[in-house]
């Protein structure tokens, strides 16, 4: 089992559709999660942290599940600009160590 | 402020050759990271280094590959004889905490 799951997708949405993205995690003893956005042959960009009470971010919400060791990453009025590959990464219980999942493809439509 | 500049962009060697990949973290970052990304997959870690030291190297896929970082700051990954199979894009982050921030990588063709 990997440690850090999502769906590939594709997410095939048009402009201005709400779409929420999951991931699971399997180490319970994770401390730290975050959102990073991949575009094509581009480096991954921090989107945001996860924190326990759940952030917003502009139209981006992010919610942590511990009990159920689950993320999720809501984009409301999604704009073309969304199109991208969408990583779930948690830090282990180690003090360094980010484990990415491989990613939610997302593509918006006009 | 400037953020983390790997070089060169792109790299295509033969077969056999050895190559070198660099990193320039973002200033006063303690932390540094090399990963590999194959086409289409998702991101695989290589090596962390805390300072000059690489307290983690267990990512790295055989011995053809190495790793160093000088005064804190640049590192260098080197791959030795290199395989068709090392062909990816390698990129480096860095960090001050639990955020990393990555640079542009640098895409490798092995011919």
């Known amino acids: 089992r990997k440690e850090v799951e999502q769906d590939p997708g594709p997410f095939n949405v048009p402009e201005g559709a709400t779409v929420a993205f999951n991931c699971t995690y399997s180490?319970?003893?994770?401390?730290?999660f975050f959102w990073y956005r991949q575009d094509c042959r581009k480096e991954p960009k921090l989107l945001m942290s996860?924190?326990?009470s759940g952030n917003e971010d502009g139209r981006f919400t992010a919610q942590l599940n511990r009990a159920s060791q689950y993320i999720s990453l809501l984009i409301r009025d999604s704009k073309l600009s969304d199109s991208a590959t969408y990583l779930c990464?948690?830090?282990?219980?180690?003090?360094?160590?980010?484990?990415f999942g491989s990613g939610t493809r997302l593509l918006v439509r006009p | 402020g400037a953020g983390v500049s790997q070089s060169p962009s792109n790299k295509v060697t033969e077969k056999g050759k050895d190559v070198e990949l660099r990193c320039d973290p973002i200033?006063?970052?303690?932390?540094l990271y090399w990963y590999r990304q194959s086409l289409g997959q998702g991101l695989e870690f290589l090596i962390y280094?805390?300072?000059?030291?690489?307290?983690?190297k267990s990512g790295l896929p055989s011995d053809r590959f190495s790793a160093e970082r000088t005064g804190g700051s640049v590192s260098t990954l080197t791959i030795q004889r290199t395989q068709q199979e090392d062909s990816a894009v390698y990129l480096c982050?860095?960090?001050?905490?639990?955020?990393?921030?990555f640079g542009p990588g640098t895409r490798l063709t092995v011919t």
């Open positions: 280094f805390q300072g000059n030291s690489a307290p983690d």
């Open positions: 200033s006063g970052h303690t932390a």
């Open positions: 996860v924190y326990s």
């Open positions: 982050a860095s960090s001050r905490a639990y955020e990393q921030y």
């Open positions: 990464v948690v830090r282990g219980d180690s003090s360094y160590k980010l484990i």
């Open positions: 180490n319970s003893a994770s401390q730290s």
